[in-house]
DNA sequence: GTCTATATACCGATAGAC
DNA sequence: GTCTATCGGTATATAGAC
């Protein structure tokens, strides 16, 4: 028997999810196996399949996992501030730069819009971002009461993360430049044109 | 001997184009095996050898084939229009619409944006961006001559692509309803976003 | 909690006949 | 141009010892 490398099973799982997480988010689900997971952490398979009874669970437990933890980070963003407008740009700010940080939870967010089947996305919506999202709503109703403030959020959660998105391919499009990557960058050209339009949008 | 299911070797190859993009699109290269692709064809595993020599192979070829269909579709997107208003109108309308009408193309490129090396991505933006992106900067320059028109043409683009993207999840979001995935509606509300800004995205 | 060993299935790819 | 048969490798998952 070999000596045991956790002495609880939450530390174990901890670590699985530790190693887990970026391999999902990096390579996707079909891209990495038991034995990649079991390899990161430094166990064997059948001690993985120990902790957790098959890969789709494993699975769902990081998506859980790496999205909880993101939950909280974005409850801060929608605090109230002064102005609408400062409310608006505070908010795009923070947004920018919680998703810039993380391409663990961007990518498996991305991800499981391509593969996620209709009750994940149910439950990820319901759980993870209605919440939040319902703040950004609100956001978008205070600024602009005779808009769609559903489609509202969603452009303005889809303007910054677009940016991120097409980080690794716009630097080969014409006019692509690195400070284009920098989070305070997106944020300042996001808030500008969400305030102004695109008309207006290099002025102040 | 089978009896020959194709009479020229174009034609054999243009089936499995015809069977393998949709499969990889939905599934992703490591989601989709070689007997995948064989048994929609209705060839063998062999057969499909002798017309691609390996899998990359066959997955690069989808992705071509796929996006080079797509490329004179974009470009036409693009004709002058009389007023700078009346381009930004034309061209989110016409976007959309060939976005919204092939799932599979638009999955393969957020595909490429999370799986895609480097080498991949600059071929992508080179042979089949390149000269429709440059369009979109143009028009962006001619609607904001003070404003960064790469930051622009990917917040035109992407507030596109992310109405179509979240579709799948929107259905479960606060405000969501089956309208918004109309892509009429959608080339609407960021027509107005992008001319008006947020704060008076409702007026006309 | 962790291991070795193994069952079973599928993977990508090839050989060689017709 | 297409097939059957097959190789070597890896996949998920399990059995059973310690």
Chains 1, 2 share one sequence.
Do not use: W
């Amino acid at each position: 028997m070999a000596r045991a490398k956790f002495s609880t099973s939450s530390e174990a799982v901890n670590t699985i999810f530790y190693e887990a997480i970026p391999l999902f988010a990096q390579s996707g689900f079909n891209g990495v196996s038991m034995r990649h997971v079991a390899t990161a952490v430094g166990i064997s398979i059948a001690t993985l399949y120990h902790h957790f009874p098959d890969k789709q669970t494993l699975y769902l437990r990081c998506i859980e996992e790496a999205f909880a933890n993101k939950a909280g980070g974005l409850s801060e963003v929608l605090t109230k501030q002064s102005s609408p407008e400062e409310q608006l740009k505070h908010f795009i700010y923070r947004f920018t730069c919680l998703m810039a940080e993380d391409d663990n939870f961007r990518r498996l967010f991305q991800r499981e819009l391509l593969d996620g089947d209709e009750t994940r996305l149910q439950v990820l919506a319901k759980d993870v971002f209605q919440i939040q999202f319902k703040g950004i709503t609100d956001l978008a109703q205070t600024l602009a009461p005779q808009c769609d403030s559903h489609m509202m959020a969603i452009s303005m959660a889809g303007l910054v993360l677009f940016h991120l998105e097409t980080t690794p391919i716009r630097q080969f499009l014409p006019g692509g430049r690195a400070e284009h990557n920098d989070p305070e960058f997106i944020a300042e050209h996001v808030t500008k044109l969400l305030l102004n339009g695109v008309m207006k949008c290099g002025n102040d």
